[in-house]
């Protein structure tokens, strides 16, 4: 059994900054690629930011510029660099991680959720 456990949520006015993490635990062979995910109210949930285990990363377009994704593959974990945030950014923040159980066997993982709120 593979745990993702998110942190670094909460509430920021316009133009602040948060750092999520998330942090895999479990029965892991490898993991491959880690994202986040979120999803606003009424909306569906959109990728946010990949990065594969190479560290090769991916960006919707509305963030582009402002997200940075990274990862530390010693600790199972992956991050979120979240600047100049703005009011539509205001969604429930899920980390994604595509875990290698066995070798040629990979299952994709959730955490948790992590509120983002932003708000003057």
């Known amino acids: 059994q593979v745990q993702l456990v998110e942190s670094g949520g909460g509430l920021v006015q316009p133009g602040g900054s948060l750092r999520l993490s998330c942090v895999a635990s479990?029965?892991?062979?490898?993991?491959?690629?880690m994202g986040w995910y979120r999803q606003a109210p009424g909306k569906q949930r959109e990728l946010v930011a990949g990065?594969?285990?190479?560290?090769?990363?991916n960006y919707v377009d509305s963030v582009k510029g402002r997200f940075t994704c990274s990862r530390d593959n010693t600790k199972n974990t992956v991050y979120l660099q979240m600047d100049s945030l703005k009011l539509e950014d205001t969604a429930v923040y899920y980390c994604?991680?595509?875990?290698?159980?066995?070798?040629?066997?990979?299952?994709?993982?959730w955490g948790q959720g992590t509120q983002v709120t932003v708000s003057s």
């Open positions: 479990g029965s892991m062979f490898s993991i491959l690629n």
């Open positions: 990065i594969t285990s190479g560290g090769r990363t």
């Open positions: 994604n991680a595509i875990v290698e159980v066995r070798p040629n066997l990979a299952i994709a993982y």
